[in-house]
């Protein structure tokens, strides 16, 4: 099991709604609004490196209101 961290920015006032929207996905065990450099932050659980990608990299940045995100891995 592969668990990463992805820190999302947002549109502005737009972080309630990506939160809402990621808590739907199959891969997404939490996620906040958070105060800071980033809006939101995602955690995530995925069979393979590869499906983390997918996850950050397709699922959360095709939302509509996303404009960065930087995903970090758990090593541990």
């Known amino acids: 099991m592969v668990r990463a961290f992805v820190m999302v920015k947002t549109d502005s ?3 309630d ?3 809402e929207s990621v808590r ?4 997404v065990r939490e996620a906040h609004v958070v105060a800071g450099g980033y809006d939101v932050v995602i955690e995530t659980d ?3 490196v590869y499906d983390v990608l997918d996850i950050s990299s397709t699922q959360i940045q095709e939302l509509g209101d996303v404009t960065d995100t930087t995903t970090y891995i758990a090593m541990d």
């Open 13 to 15: 006032g737009r972080a």
């Open 24 to 27: 739907d996905l199959a891969a």
């Open 17 to 19: 709604g990506v939160v």
């Open 46 to 48: 995925a069979d393979a």
